[in-house]
């Protein structure tokens, strides 16, 4: 997300001032979280990490990580995602709804790097690395791209030499995600931030064409290889003691949540959107549960949202 947090303001810092920064979270193992302010075994969570859990993949050892990350997703089916893209180019004309500008601009771009981070149903993570950035082929000389999202990219420290000359393939990279058990696997539940686009670009990988035209149909697209997606754009509007205009990096200083690595790289973002769930659950949402349909596959401005939001403006 090269500037989510810019597009979506800035939080008051009111929810860390009531709340505290030392505050344990609680969840229970069937999804819904529990009232209680203690963790289990009394750990604050998050915990404290070192960036050396999150692994760069590049082309030359993509085989192995996959190999490594099936085994993973086993015992850590919570995957929360972000994805780095260059940018908005095209802006229709009078567009029809948001989806269109978001198919418009996901069908002519190339992603550049996802980041997953794997965690179990209270949020914990396997021993060492949990957090896979994997960094795609894009070549700035040819590829479209916006200008100052490249610059703020470039800026966090992505290398685009060597994405050019060691970045991954996305067509080999879709096969591998295709049968590693992150997708169409039922089990599963991925997390995000504001994440249209995320899954955009995830659909193009994973289907090899271009999104649908109908807006309908893309959602069709993320129940089948998704299943179980959880927007916390879209959940936070339900808390009333959050700013719901506040972007992932404010929302995660609001909660006391502590960034591991740098600021738009998609491993970093994937590791603070997950520990920031985690903890808004426990602190705004009491008490939440994933088997609750309001929450499952809203994507925060598209299809029900959108919905709900020209419904609530025309009050």
Request: proline share 4%; glycine share 8%; hydrophobic share 35%.
């Amino acid at each position: 997300m090269p500037t989510g947090d810019e597009d979506c303001g800035r939080g008051n810092g009111t929810l860390a001032a009531a709340n505290g920064c030392n505050g344990s979270i609680t969840l229970l193992g069937d999804g819904c979280s529990s009232s209680s302010a203690t963790a289990n075994g009394g750990e604050t969570y998050p915990p404290k990490m070192d960036p050396s859990c999150i692994r760069d993949v590049w082309a030359n050892n993509l085989a192995a990580e996959m190999e490594r990350i099936s085994k993973v997703v086993e015992k850590f089916p919570y995957i929360s995602m972000d994805t780095e893209f260059p940018g908005v180019v095209v802006q229709p004309v009078n567009p029809l709804s948001n989806y269109s500008r978001i198919q418009c601009n996901v069908n002519l771009l190339k992603i550049i790097q996802l980041g997953l981070t794997f965690s179990d149903e209270e949020g914990r993570h396997p021993p060492g690395i949990c957090t896979w950035q994997f960094n795609f082929k894009f070549d700035i000389s040819m590829d479209m791209y916006a200008q100052d999202s490249i610059e703020l990219l470039q800026s966090s420290g992505l290398d685009f030499h060597r994405h050019n000359q060691e970045g991954i393939d996305v067509a080999v990279f879709g096969e591998m995600l295709t049968t590693s058990g992150l997708v169409l696997n039922d089990d599963i539940k991925w997390i995000s931030f504001h994440s249209s686009y995320d899954f955009g670009y995830l659909i193009k990988i994973l289907t090899n064409a271009g999104l649908p035209d109908d807006e309908d149909d893309f959602f069709e697209l993320v129940a089948a290889y998704f299943y179980s997606v959880y927007d916390i754009k879209y959940i936070m509007k339900m808390c009333s003691s959050l700013n719901h205009k506040a972007g992932l990096s404010q929302l995660a200083t609001d909660l006391c949540v502590e960034r591991v690595g740098p600021i738009h790289q998609a491993g970093s973002d994937s590791l603070i959107t997950c520990h920031t769930f985690f903890k808004m659950i426990k602190t705004c949402l009491k008490p939440f549960c994933l088997r609750d349909s309001r929450w499952k596959n809203v994507l925060y401005g598209l299809g029900k949202d959108a919905a709900q939001s020209s419904e609530w403006a025309e009050r």
